[in-house]
């Protein structure tokens, strides 16, 4: 009798906990799946900002995808490792900077992190080496660097005859005085 009782309370007890249990498993199961899907997404929006600017790569977008790496990627060795080489690449100065060495360097972190999401074979060297970039576009592009150029030449001329005469008068490029009017 009194293992009757005792099987009939482990059995209350058991219909009583599975339950409860089974649910606390399922839902960590469900924070740790999407934990990891978000995580993915990071990294998948990082890779489209950075292969969607490949060609035109110094937009702030595109700093600010190379900025979260080391956070994002935390868990992946080699692509931190890829942004690494690449970053010592481009902070080097103006004499030891190779512009081309820098480009390999940007293309391969690419192609790390496609590996990383694992596009091994579909997203390849070639791939990350052939954007589409129309002829326009990239004139387009040299134009607003060479306006920006001039700008940025200009104004600091300006800056610099300002400080040198001690006035706030500013002449145009021809030596004529601005005129306010």
């Known amino acids: ?13 058991a219909v009583l906990v599975a339950p409860i249990i089974a649910v606390r498993i399922g839902q960590r199961l469900q924070d740790r799946s999407k934990v990891r899907e978000e995580k993915r997404n ?3 929006e990082i890779f489209k900002v950075l292969m969607s600017r490949r060609m035109n790569p110094e937009t702030e977008a595109n700093v600010y995808a190379m900025n979260l790496i080391d956070v994002v990627f ?9 942004w690494k080489d690449f970053f010592e690449s481009v902070k080097k100065t103006k004499e030891s900077y190779d512009a081309k060495e820098a480009m390999k360097k940007r293309w391969k972190l690419l192609e790390t992190i496609s590996d990383d999401l694992g596009y091994k074979d579909k997203v390849t060297w070639e791939t990350v080496q052939d954007p589409y970039l129309p002829e326009n576009l990239g004139l387009m592009w040299i134009a607003e660097e060479q306006f920006r150029t001039m700008q940025y030449k200009y104004m600091t001329s300006a800056l610099h005859q300002m400080m040198n005469s001690g006035t706030t008068n500013i002449t145009n490029t021809d030596g004529q005085p601005h005129n306010k009017e």
Request: glycine share 0%.
């Open 1 to 13: 009798m009194c293992i009757m009782l005792i099987n009939l309370f482990i059995t209350c007890v």
């Open 42 to 44: 990071d990294k998948m």
């Open 74 to 82: 935390s868990d992946s060795d080699k692509v931190r490792v890829a």
